[in-house]
Every structure is written in C-alpha cells, then in structure tokens.
C-alpha cells in the first residue's frame, strides 16, 4: 500500500491521462470529420443542393436503335416514352438520334430530368414534376470551356511526328499546314532543322470531350525563311489569316494539290518513261503519296474534263476563273463527288492518289497549264489576295498585336479560359 502522501500525486496523473486519452479521441473525431469525397469531379448538372440526387442512369445509343426502345432500357415505360417523345417533338424529334451518343435520366424528389446532346452546341433537356404526369421540352446550350495553348518545334522527321511531340493533335497540324499552304511545299519543302510555333485554342464540351481547334497565329521557320500569320475576324465577319502588316495570306492557287507526299518526278522536256521506255517531255510534276490520299483542287474554277485520257488513267482538268490557266490531276484511283461542268472551290477534294494508267506506283500527275500550254508549277509565283482595308487597318492592328507579341515570348504554361 502506497503512503497518504502519494495520493495527491497519483490523482494528478490519473487526471493528466484522462485528459490526453479525451484529447487522442477528439482528434480522431476531427480526423473523420475532414475526410471528405471530392465532390468536384462530379457533373455539373448533377450538383444541386436544393434537389439531391437519388439515382443517375446512363444508356448509349446502338446502331439501328429507336428513341422508345432505348427509353424503355432507361427504366421508362412504353406510354411514357411515348409521352416524352412528344413532348419534345417541338423542340426536337427524337427520331434523329445518332449511335454511339448518350440518353441521360436523373431522378430527385423533385422529380425527373431526361438529357440529349443533340450536337457540340445544344442539347435536349424534357423535365417532369414529381407531382405531375405532362413533360416539358426545351434545347438549351451547352457549356463549352476554351482553353489556350501554345506549341513550339523543331521538325526532326516528319512534321506530324514533330508536331505531336509539341503536343498538338492532327486536326491542329493540319490546320496549321493550311494556313500556310500558299506559301510552302510541305511536299518539297520541308526540311530536318525547320521549326515552328502555334498558339491556338482547343474547345472542350461539358463531358470534356475535345470540339475543335483554331489556331490564333503561327509562325514556320521553312530553310531560314520565316512565315508568320495572325486569325482576324474582318468586320464583314469572315474570319482570314493575315501576315503581321497585313497582307493576306490567300493566293489564287495553292502551291501543291496534295499534303505530305514527295515528289518523284518533276518538270523536264527530257525524261525516259519508266513504263514506255523510251525519252520524251514530262511536263508536269509527279507527287509519289499512299494510295487513296485526298486530291485537292489548287485553285477555284470548273471541271471541264472528267474520265479516262490514255496514259493518265483517271484524269481531271480544271479551268480556272481567269481562264487563262488549267490545271490537269492523273491516274486517280477514283474520283470524289464531282461532276464535269461542275464549279469547285480552292482546296476542295476532287479525287485520291492511285496509279490508273501507265503507272509504276501510285502517284498524281500534275500539270498547269497557261492558254493550254504546260509550264512548270514548281516556278510559278502567284499574288496574294487583297489586303486588309485601309479603313480597318487600326482595328486589325490592335486586335493582333497581342497575339504577335505572345509570338515573341517565351511559352508560357497552358491556361484555362
């Protein structure tokens, strides 16, 4: 047995345990307090304090289904669907859905939400009250989220390997290949040691799915000549590319009517045939590409010759709208959705790269042609198109030259708008 005179001590170390073992336990409750689900990752339109959710339910659309079939598998009754069905009809039919896209059902105590996204842009929203039988329609817009980026290279390969490097999708190099295809050969041009810088915005939906890209300005660095071009909007609304003093960077024609071939043949009064064998004027350019790559008319005018012309297999010829110059396209494998007297735009595709005729391998054979008469394409100089006008000059200045200046500086970290 412990002496009286250690009780006091004793209580006193018995109080200082209980206290610790109170305060262990309240941390922990605090502890449990904070661990918390991280709520931000859920959708949007799901996130309504005033109406929790009791269930979400997701069906995607198959090849061959109707709106009162995939409805049903939503957990709704055939009437009901029927019902929704026309409810929305005003606002859009239910008929045009497309597979692969998503039926979305939410139910709250408040009752029931049905959503379709009708494209990029909209969707279908129909609506029941909990306490109520009718369905309300409407087409509202869809949250789209903007983010800019900016992408910079140097070609070791091929540009699309580059450009993927940079972090740049396809439909975002290829945009960037057409803005400048007045102006570079991406055929015969490109060289290993080229570089290049784009500053372009990609649209992301409310399923974070991308839209689209469009780039802002770029600049191309091609054997130490430098391009540079900058998006407007012209008061007209048409929306162009322009060089920083702004002249335009459209011209009549395109310098090749084919993207990221090479070429394997070129203009000469000289050159023995590799079928026929024997020497004569090739007098054109030969753009060796896979088989069943796009053909695109370099310039605006109209089909005047659609079918098969001997050694050229399947074969094209254009006549422009100066008609002054023609443009010929050979031995297509077939031909796109174009008829003879037909009016086609610069860049349209008017067929695909085969080797119909007397060819060795798949190619287009291209030809231009001055009042009928072949010259050298790979030479030709063409002027560009009109500048931006005089009375709007200020305001293209002030609107590009923020997007000039981020050409000039360091890139920075992607930022969200």
Same mark, same amino acid.
């Given at each position: 047995?412990?002496?009286?005179?250690?009780?006091?001590?004793?209580g006193?170390?018995?109080?200082?345990?209980?206290?610790?073992?109170f305060?262990g336990?309240a941390?922990?409750?605090?502890?449990?307090?904070?661990?918390?689900?991280h709520?931000?990752?859920?959708n949007?339109?799901?996130?309504?304090?005033a109406?929790p959710?009791?269930s979400l339910?997701?069906?995607?659309l198959?090849?061959?289904?109707h709106?009162v079939?995939?409805?049903?598998?939503l957990g709704f009754?055939?009437?009901?669907?029927?019902r929704?069905?026309?409810?929305?009809?005003?606002?859009?039919?239910?008929?045009?859905?497309?597979a692969?896209q998503?039926?979305?059902r939410i139910d709250?105590p408040?009752?029931t939400?049905?959503?379709?996204?009708?494209d990029a842009?909209?969707?279908?929203?129909?609506?029941?009250?909990?306490k109520q039988r009718?369905?309300?329609?409407?087409v509202?817009?869809?949250?789209v989220?903007?983010r800019q /980026?900016?992408?910079t =290279? *140097?070609?070791?390969?091929?540009?699309f390997?580059?450009?993927?490097? +940079?972090g740049m %999708?396809q #439909?975002?190099?290829m945009?960037?290949?057409d803005?400048?295809?007045?102006?570079?050969?991406f055929?015969?041009d490109m060289?290993s040691?080229?570089?290049?810088?784009?500053?372009?915005?990609?649209r992301?939906?409310d399923?974070?799915?991308?839209l689209g890209?469009s780039?802002?300005?770029a600049r191309?660095v091609?054997?130490?000549?430098?391009?540079?071009a900058?998006?407007y909007?012209?008061k007209?609304g048409?929306?162009?590319?322009f060089?920083?003093?702004?002249?335009s960077?459209?011209k009549?024609?395109?310098?090749a009517?084919?993207?990221?071939?090479?070429?394997?043949?070129?203009f000469?009064l000289?050159?023995?045939?590799?079928?026929?064998?024997?020497? /004569?004027?090739?007098? =054109? *350019?030969?753009?060796?590409?896979?088989m069943?790559?796009?053909?695109? +008319?370099i310039? %605006?005018g #109209?089909?005047?010759?659609?079918?098969?012309?001997g050694?050229y297999?399947?074969?094209?010829?254009?006549?422009?709208?100066n008609r002054?110059h023609?443009?010929?396209?050979?031995?297509?494998?077939?031909?796109a959705?174009?008829?003879?007297?037909?009016f086609?735009?610069?860049?349209?595709?008017?067929?695909y790269v085969?080797?119909?005729?007397l060819?060795t391998g798949?190619?287009?054979?291209?030809?231009?042609?001055?009042?009928?008469?072949?010259?050298?394409?790979?030479?030709?100089?063409?002027?560009?198109a009109?500048?931006?006008?005089r009375?709007?000059r200020?305001?293209f200045?002030?609107?590009?030259?923020?997007?000039?200046?981020?050409?000039?500086?360091?890139?920075p970290?992607?930022?969200?708008g």
């Amino acid at each position: 047995m412990p002496s009286h005179r250690w009780y006091p001590l004793l209580g006193a170390m018995a109080g200082f345990l209980f206290i610790l073992l109170f305060i262990g336990g309240a941390g922990q409750d605090a502890r449990a307090r904070m661990s918390i689900p991280h709520d931000e990752w859920v959708n949007a339109d799901l996130r309504t304090d005033a109406n929790p959710v009791s269930s979400l339910r997701l069906v995607t659309l198959r090849s061959g289904d109707h709106a009162v079939a995939a409805l049903q598998r939503l957990g709704f009754s055939n009437s009901d669907a029927r019902r929704m069905i026309t409810a929305a009809n005003a606002s859009y039919q239910l008929k045009n859905i497309r597979a692969g896209q998503v039926f979305k059902r939410i139910d709250t105590p408040e009752g029931t939400d049905f959503y379709y996204n009708i494209d990029a842009d909209q969707r279908l929203h129909l609506h029941r009250n909990a306490k109520q039988r009718d369905w309300h329609a409407e087409v509202t817009q869809r949250l789209v989220s903007v983010r800019q /980026r900016i992408a910079t =290279g *140097v070609i070791r390969g091929s540009l699309f390997a580059s450009a993927e490097r +940079a972090g740049m %999708d396809q #439909r975002t190099t290829m945009n960037l290949v057409d803005i400048f295809a007045w102006d570079i050969d991406f055929a015969r041009d490109m060289r290993s040691g080229d570089s290049f810088k784009v500053i372009y915005e990609e649209r992301f939906d409310d399923n974070g799915r991308v839209l689209g890209s469009s780039i802002l300005a770029a600049r191309f660095v091609n054997q130490g000549r430098t391009f540079e071009a900058v998006r407007y909007q012209q008061k007209n609304g048409q929306v162009n590319y322009f060089t920083p003093d702004g002249k335009s960077l459209r011209k009549a024609y395109l310098k090749a009517p084919v993207k990221f071939s090479r070429i394997s043949s070129r203009f000469t009064l000289r050159r023995k045939h590799p079928i026929l064998g024997y020497t /004569r004027a090739h007098r =054109g *350019v030969d753009y060796a590409a896979p088989m069943g790559t796009p053909i695109h +008319a370099i310039g %605006d005018g #109209r089909i005047i010759f659609k079918g098969w012309k001997g050694g050229y297999g399947r074969f094209i010829l254009i006549r422009h709208t100066n008609r002054l110059h023609a443009t010929a396209y050979g031995h297509m494998s077939r031909y796109a959705h174009v008829k003879r007297g037909q009016f086609v735009k610069q860049g349209q595709i008017i067929g695909y790269v085969g080797m119909s005729g007397l060819a060795t391998g798949p190619h287009l054979h291209f030809e231009f042609r001055v009042r009928g008469r072949a010259v050298n394409p790979l030479t030709i100089k063409h002027p560009p198109a009109r500048p931006i006008a005089r009375a709007e000059r200020d305001r293209f200045m002030q609107q590009t030259a923020p997007l000039l200046g981020q050409l000039k500086q360091p890139s920075p970290d992607v930022t969200w708008g």
